[in-house]
């Protein structure tokens, strides 16, 4: 951990990580998901973003092959722009320590501002173009159908984020009422309306608490049925989102792995 500062816990992190790697997890997230300075703060961490960050990062390299920055939502519109400084810190020091991973992973977002406010924020010349930058979005059903929590429809997202010429894959994560059926049809309707690549992290399903603890309702065999549609629709890299343990990951990798020897052969 760099500046002297002991972050709380490296060896499960490194342990957690670890364990995709076995699952056959090619890709590794930064456990940074939200390290901002309110983010933090309003979970009673003490320590500093920067510290949180750069031992993230550290520990998931130590592991993966490939690394992706993992970037979550910042702070909502009223903190953004009560807090605008505090903001521009927490993002410029995300971007940078992005630099460190092999790509930039934007996620659990409703639309496009916060990759707008990122890049007009530093200028996309101060992030490395040769590396990766994928935008994934959550979403909720309601009657209305499938929407983000800001009310786009998947074509709608897709057709924003494309406006990004730095951005080079779409994606999907999570949601409420959502779980990997939902997935697919995303899938579809990202296909219809851009030509960016597509990627997918369902989650299994939307927990319920019971017993003192959130139970995901979806198995990971249940979720690996479901692969053979996602990759048929045309995605072109699967992960797994909130509830998906490594178990989730080990049953995926056995179905895109005969997938792509019947592509081979
Ligand atoms: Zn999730």
Known sequence: VRRGVDVTHPYHVRTVHQAYVDAGAEVLLTNIF???DSGLKSRGCQISPESVISAGIKLARECGKWVLADLGPYDDEIIWTQQTARWEYSCRYHLAAA?????????????????????KQLGPQRFDNQKPILVSATYLRDSEGIRTFTGLTP????????NYWFVQAVGVNCGRDIGIRECVEIVHRYRDATHLPVFVRPNAGTPKFRNACWVYPHSAQYMASW???????????IGGCCGTTPEYIAAFKKVIDEWNARIVR
């Open 34 to 36: 939200q390290a901002t």
């Open 99 to 119: 630099n460190e991973c092999d790509g930039l992973l934007i996620e659990t977002i409703s639309n496009d501002q916060p990759v707008a406010k990122v890049f």
């Open 155 to 162: 074509e709608e997202f897709a057709r924003q984020i494309e």
């Open 227 to 237: 692969l053979p549609e996602l990759l048929q629709a045309g995605v072109r890299m």
